[in-house]
């Protein structure tokens, strides 16, 4: 195995402008005075970690669904799915995965399906591990609708020190299971609205991996 490719990952585009503002400062620093370079290179490091994009093996069978982001379970409750999004108002399964600031931010489709709506709406800052960032946290939503005609819901939801929520898709963009649609910066939370009936094979506490680890289970099979 390649030791570099262990540990240096690849650097989302998103990511340059901050890794470069991290690393004049750091210049700056080192003028100052030398020990405090020393912790802008630390930052600067940090920062490039933060933005890392590994490749990642999602599986295949379409009845899985998969976890749209890198972090910890921090929730498994019923909840109506954000109203701007257009889908019936009864409670669904939700999943909240919450990610700290060295997870890895890039954001996956959970299924595949095409994107019948996205729903932006500002809001607080909040600690995103909170229940009530759900509600009352800066988000923006992403409806996907499955070929089996059903929906499950995607919300990207700002967290304490996250500040901006960023989305690479439109409206009628297809989506493959596992595909890159957004990020946030930095530290912040991922929910997932599972369709009716649906039961999650996670629980709280659980470690997620964006695109690999497996959520629920559309079917039985």
């Given at each position: 195995?390649?030791?570099?490719?262990?540990?240096?990952?690849?650097?989302?585009?998103?990511?340059?402008?901050?890794v470069?503002?991290?690393?004049?400062?750091?210049?700056?620093?080192?003028?100052?005075?030398?020990?405090?370079?020393?912790?802008?290179?630390?930052?600067?490091?940090?920062?490039?970690?933060?933005?890392?994009?590994?490749?990642?093996?999602?599986?295949?069978?379409?009845?899985?669904?998969?976890?749209?982001?890198?972090?910890?379970?921090?929730?498994?409750?019923?909840?109506?799915?954000?109203?701007e999004?257009?889908?019936?108002?009864?409670?669904?399964?939700?999943?909240s995965?919450?990610?700290?600031?060295?997870?890895?931010?890039?954001?996956?489709?959970?299924?595949?399906?095409?994107?019948?709506?996205?729903?932006?709406?500002?809001?607080?800052?909040?600690?995103?591990?909170?229940?009530?960032?759900?509600?009352?946290?800066?988000?923006?939503?992403?409806?996907?609708?499955?070929?089996?005609?059903?929906?499950?819901?995607?919300?990207?939801?700002?967290?304490?020190?996250?500040?901006?929520?960023?989305?690479?898709?439109?409206?009628?963009?297809?989506?493959?299971?596992?595909?890159?649609?957004?990020?946030?910066?930095?530290?912040?939370?991922?929910?997932?609205?599972?369709?009716?009936?649906?039961?999650?094979?996670?629980?709280?506490?659980?470690?997620?991996?964006?695109?690999e680890?497996?959520?629920?289970?559309?079917?039985?099979?």
């Amino acid at each position: 195995m390649n030791m570099a490719s262990t540990f240096i990952k690849p650097m989302h585009p998103e990511g340059r402008r901050f890794v470069a503002i991290f690393a004049a400062v750091t210049v700056v620093l080192f003028v100052i005075w030398d020990p405090l370079g020393w912790l802008g290179v630390g930052a600067t490091v940090w920062c490039y970690y933060f933005f890392r994009d590994p490749e990642r093996v999602t599986p295949q069978r379409t009845s899985l669904i998969v976890s749209p982001a890198d972090g910890i379970v921090s929730l498994i409750e019923p909840a109506v799915p954000p109203v701007e999004l257009g889908m019936a108002d009864v409670p669904l399964t939700r999943v909240s995965v919450f990610m700290n600031v060295f997870n890895c931010h890039v954001n996956r489709a959970p299924v595949a399906g095409t994107v019948t709506a996205i729903a932006y709406r500002p809001g607080k800052f909040l600690n995103a591990s909170l229940d009530k960032a759900s509600v009352d946290n800066e988000r923006n939503s992403l409806r996907l609708t499955m070929a089996d005609g059903r929906d499950i819901a995607v919300v990207q939801i700002a967290g304490l020190v996250a500040r901006r929520i960023v989305c690479f898709v439109a409206p009628q963009a297809r989506l493959a299971v596992g595909e890159r649609f957004g990020l946030i910066r930095f530290g912040s939370r991922l929910d997932v609205y599972l369709p009716e009936g649906v039961v999650p094979d996670v629980a709280i506490g659980q470690t997620m991996v964006a695109g690999e680890t497996i959520i629920a289970r559309l079917t039985d099979a």
